[in-house]
């Protein structure tokens, strides 16, 4: 089970920091991922994070801004929002990939999914 929390309203160049805290004993087995949908889109992937939080990706319209993090004693992932844009309001997912796959960009990549938490920016 994941645990999104951290959302609210920021005006623009504002920061934000999510959090998402997971149950289990496999958290450090599982890429981890963010998410985001915003009013009338589809859900689109923002980052990821490898198991080991080695490695992190990013879509194109956060590089630089956001910044994905674990810590695996804590079973928590973290989504740092920097600079952010009015174009950045949406409801912010964490999601888990518990099956090792090739993708980690599209939902179906993952298998377990947060309630979502909102990030509202105002211009």
């Known amino acids: 089970q994941l645990q999104a929390c951290g959302g609210g309203l920021v005006q623009a160049g504002g920061s934000l920091r999510l959090s998402c805290a997971a149950s289990g004993r496999s958290f450090s087995n599982y890429r981890l991922g963010w998410f985001r949908q915003a009013p009338g889109k589809e859900r689109e992937f923002v980052a990821t994070?490898?198991?080991?939080?080695?490695?992190?990706y990013y879509a194109d319209s956060v590089k630089g801004r956001f910044t994905i993090s674990r810590d695996n004693a804590k079973n928590t992932v973290y989504l740092q929002m920097n600079s952010l844009k009015p174009e950045d309001t949406a409801v912010y997912y964490c999601a888990a990939q518990s099956v090792v796959r090739n993708g980690f960009s599209r939902k179906n990549d993952y298998d377990y999914w947060g309630q979502g938490t909102l990030v509202t920016v105002s211009s």
């Open positions: 994070i490898t198991r080991s939080g080695g490695t992190q």
